[in-house]
């Protein structure tokens, strides 16, 4: 039974992954929102840990910017440049260390070529091709009913899930390393690692759920394409 381009087996198949991606968001928001709250004992930026454990790391060619938004921190391994916004870059919140932490973590993984880092940079272009030509592609092909439009379509969309899947291993280790950097360096202490940490794996739970989406999109993709076989 079809809802427009919708079966029922679309639906078993993107409600629930719709679901982890709304509960991954409201999770990192609230979590966020509490442990920014939350003061460090040692009372340092976001900016200053940044600075702090690039140095520790030797790591001398990756430049800090502060930018505007909120939660748009960023680690460009093209341009070498940290870019925090604005509230983690001022605040010596637990919430704002950790996610500062968290992106000097992918200039770390740059710095020592981690694998998965440069497959995911190098797959870049064809995710950002793929995520905006996959959808109109393979419903031209459907309303045309030509397979090869149909088999363009899911070929530029598996690029995007393939995107999605390789930033798992990086975000993951990326957070890993910012709380043995935040640890070790004694920019947090003892409740604070934790809460931290929180703030990572909750973080972490929307690429998860973005994976999810994608991969549950792909299949629905494919049974459809094998319907009209």
């Known amino acids: 039974m079809y809802f427009g381009f919708?079966?029922?087996t679309d639906l078993m198949l993107l409600v629930p992954a719709m679901i982890l991606a709304?509960?991954?968001q409201y999770k990192v928001k609230s979590v966020y929102e509490k442990y920014a709250r939350v003061p460090s004992a040692k009372g340092v930026t976001g900016a200053q840990v940044a600075h702090s454990i690039l140095q520790n790391n030797n790591i001398q060619d990756v430049?800090?910017?502060?930018?505007?938004?909120?939660?748009s921190d960023h680690y460009d391994p093209r341009s070498k440049k940290l870019r925090l916004s604005s509230p983690i870059y001022r605040s010596s919140s637990v919430a704002?260390?950790?996610i500062a932490a968290h992106?000097?973590?992918h200039a770390i993984q740059h710095h020592h070529q981690?694998?998965?880092l440069k497959w995911r940079t190098s797959i870049v272009p064809v995710a950002s091709i793929g995520s905006s030509m996959a959808i109109p592609l393979f419903i031209a092909g459907l309303f045309m009913n030509s397979g090869l439009l149909m088999?363009?379509?899911?070929?530029?969309?598996?690029?995007a899930v393939l995107f999605q899947i390789v930033t798992l291993p990086v975000e993951f280790n990326?957070?890993?390393?910012a709380i043995a950097q935040l640890r070790n360096g004694g920019f947090l202490v003892g409740e604070e690692v934790k809460s931290a940490r929180r703030v990572l794996n909750a973080a972490a739970m929307t690429y998860v759920a973005a994976a999810a989406v994608a991969v549950m999109h792909l299949l629905r993709l494919v049974l459809l394409r094998g319907s009209r076989d």
């Not at 088999?151 to 690029?159: A, H, N, P, Q």
């Not at 990326?174 to 390393?177: H, K, Q």
């Open 96 to 98: 704002a260390l950790g």
């Open 6 to 8: 919708f079966s029922l």
């Open 174 to 177: 990326a957070s890993s390393r």
């Open 63 to 71: 430049e800090i910017e502060e930018i505007e938004g909120n939660l």
């Open 151 to 159: 088999d363009l379509g899911i070929w530029f969309f598996v690029g």
């Open 114 to 116: 981690y694998a998965p």
């Open 103 to 105: 992106e000097v973590g």
């Open 22 to 24: 709304l509960y991954a």
